[in-house]
């Protein structure tokens, strides 16, 4: 079968590789101005698999510079080694002592698969041109306990203890470990955490941040973040907590789980080391698979700044578009930004102007006087085919409803997806950031974000208010970010 080229739904202003496939974020690390993103590749086909580590760097998470895959698959005549998920550090005192001429060497930790012995171990690779290309390390494995489900190890440096720890996944078991390392190659285990919260799946990619609570910079928790889902399960929880240096201990009611993202394609998502202003920037994979799309396969996320907010239930996070983002967007929008105050919708409401089918909308809406209120994505003309989001006021809920553009007969549960929310005073805020095949709400400035794709026809018209009963949109701020390929 010949696959369809689908320009339209290429996004615009999220990241996606020139051709090919690509799944979780890897080795996120900010260095000399730039942010290096790492991914999960296949080099030679539009699906999984040949795993390698795909690169790009960007100065603003906006537009993104190609690079030649990094860290290639490994094939002797015994054994192929992919090169699966991972982080990549800046060793600033060269404590691997992998650096060269007095400069610090970048060090990828990651998991070798092994198909043929069936085995995950962790391995090393070190890079002296600055993240460009890497050296295997002769005595990998670091990490090896001879086990089939072991991996995605995420590492950062632990300053009271001078040592750099690591969480890698126990796959199967729903676990956490902690490993101390002084030098990246010799590891101690210091801990486990889990199981807790969702279980239905195998753990994958954990990863573990301090985030400011409440905006104050003296106030610290720590939270794990774990992919798991399927099945309409959560695809990402978190947990809230302390971390010692050693064990790292939730706060909240473990088996309570708190999901990342209420759509159903966000997974695996890591953040960034060491990027500017202190700030904790968090990637993600999108990717729900309702359609082909060629000659790629798979996105990333919108980049999320991370914060912790104390709430009526407990600590919870916050996500917004990270502000490296929204300072830039401005240089992307073609046309002026379209601002709007005050507009009444009662019904099927105004088209609003552009095409391409790439936004960017910051809104206010009142709702005292609705029962839902919101967007409709606006299929090809003459259809009635339409993709609706926006907030449910009876059930207090943030949506997007694919059921007018989509059918899922397997599950057609996922083509609703909501998230609770509750409007503050009758005003809801959203921020709706549609590219081509990408849809991202945030709601409330972060409390809540669904993140899911969709497949608009190629000719589909753009974009509408609508509401049931009489909704305001206080404000509204729309930039098309339609830029081309
Ligand atoms: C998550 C994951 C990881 C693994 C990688 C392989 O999507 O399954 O656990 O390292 O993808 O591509």
Same mark, same amino acid.
Request: hydrophobic share 35%.
């Given at each position: 079968e010949k696959a369809v080229p689908t320009p339209h739904w290429r996004p615009a202003y999220h990241f996606t590789p020139p051709a090919n496939w690509t799944n979780d974020p890897n080795g996120l690390v900010f260095l000399n101005g730039e942010f290096n993103l790492y991914y999960q590749h296949n080099p030679f086909e539009?699906?999984?698999?040949?795993?390698?580590?795909?690169?790009?760097?960007?100065?603003?998470l906006i537009a993104w510079k190609h690079l030649p895959v990094a860290i290639p698959e490994v094939i002797t005549k015994d054994t192929t080694t992919w090169i699966y998920s991972g982080s990549v550090v800046?060793?600033?005192?060269?404590?691997?002592?992998?650096?060269?001429?007095?400069?610090?060497?970048?060090?990828?930790?990651?998991?070798?698969?092994?198909?043929? @012995?069936?085995?995950?171990?962790?391995?090393?690779?070190?890079?002296?041109?600055?993240?460009?290309?890497?050296?295997?390390?002769?005595?990998?494995?670091?990490?090896?306990?001879?086990?089939?489900?072991?991996?995605?190890?995420?590492?950062?440096?632990?300053?009271?203890? @001078?040592? *750099?720890?690591?969480t890698v996944s126990m796959v199967d078991d729903h676990m956490v470990r902690f490993y101390g390392s002084k030098n990246l190659k010799d590891w101690n285990k210091l801990s486990d955490f889990g199981p807790a919260g969702f279980t239905k799946?195998?753990?994958?990619?954990?990863?573990?941040?301090?985030?400011?609570?409440?905006?104050?910079?003296?106030?610290?928790? *720590?939270?794990?973040?774990?992919?798991?889902?399927?099945?309409?399960?959560?695809?990402? @929880?978190?947990?809230?907590?302390?971390?010692? #240096?050693?064990?790292f201990k939730?706060?909240?009611?473990?088996?309570?789980?708190?999901?990342?993202?209420?759509?159903?394609?966000?997974?695996?998502? +890591?953040? *960034?080391?060491?990027?500017?202003e202190n700030k904790k920037i968090l990637l993600g994979w999108l990717q729900n698979g309702r359609q082909e799309t060629y000659p790629w396969k798979g996105q990333m996320s919108i980049p999320h700044d991370l914060s912790l907010k104390t709430t009526g239930d407990g600590l919870v996070l916050n996500q917004l578009p990270s502000v490296f983002v929204t300072r830039a967007l401005h240089k992307y929008a073609t046309g002026k930004v379209i601002e709007k105050t005050n507009i009444d919708i009662n019904g099927a409401g105004l088209k609003l102007p552009g095409n391409g089918n790439a936004y960017w909308i910051d809104a206010e809406f009142d709702i005292r006087n609705a029962r839902k209120a919101g967007f409709n994505v606006v299929g090809k003309a003459g259809t009635d085919k339409?993709?609706?989001?926006?907030?449910?006021?009876?059930?207090?809920?943030?949506?997007?409803?694919?059921?007018?553009?989509?059918?899922?007969?397997?599950?057609?549960?996922?083509?609703?997806q909501?998230?609770?929310?509750?409007?503050?005073? #009758?005003?809801?805020?959203?921020?709706?950031?549609?590219?081509?095949?990408?849809?991202?709400?945030?709601?409330?400035?972060?409390?809540?974000? +669904?993140?899911?794709?969709?497949?608009?026809?190629?000719?589909?018209?753009?974009?509408?208010?609508?509401?049931? #009963?009489?909704?305001?949109?206080?404000?509204?701020?729309?930039?098309?970010?339609n830029r081309g390929e």
């Open positions: 539009n699906k999984w698999g040949h795993m390698s580590w795909g690169h790009a760097t960007s100065k603003d800046l060793d600033k005192s060269n404590t691997s002592g992998f650096g060269i001429n007095g400069k610090p060497p970048l060090v990828a930790i990651f998991t070798a698969d092994q198909p043929k @012995q069936k085995k995950e171990s962790q391995f090393i690779a070190y890079s002296n041109d600055g993240g460009l290309s890497y050296k295997q390390y002769s005595h990998n494995p670091v990490i090896d306990l001879n086990m089939h489900d072991f991996r995605d190890p995420n590492v950062f440096w632990y300053q009271p203890t @001078q040592q *750099w720890i690591m799946n195998g753990w994958e990619c954990p990863s573990l941040l301090p985030l400011v609570v409440d905006g104050n910079p003296d106030n610290i928790k *720590w939270v794990l973040f774990v992919s798991s889902g399927g099945e309409h399960g959560p695809l990402i @929880q978190y947990f809230v907590g302390d971390f010692d #240096g050693i064990t939730s706060v909240n009611e473990t088996n309570k789980v708190l999901k990342v993202d209420y759509g159903d394609a966000f997974y695996a998502a +890591i953040a *960034w080391r060491d990027a500017p339409k993709v609706t989001l926006g907030y449910d006021a009876e059930k207090q809920l943030l949506f997007v409803d694919c059921t007018g553009s989509e059918k899922d007969n397997k599950s057609p549960e996922n083509l609703i909501t998230a609770p929310m509750k409007a503050i005073n #009758g005003i809801v805020k959203v921020k709706v950031l549609l590219d081509r095949s990408s849809l991202e709400v945030f709601g409330n400035d972060g409390e809540k974000v +669904i993140s899911t794709m969709i497949y608009p026809d190629k000719d589909a018209t753009g974009l509408a208010l609508f509401s049931e #009963g009489a909704a305001v949109v206080k404000s509204l701020k729309m930039w098309n970010l």
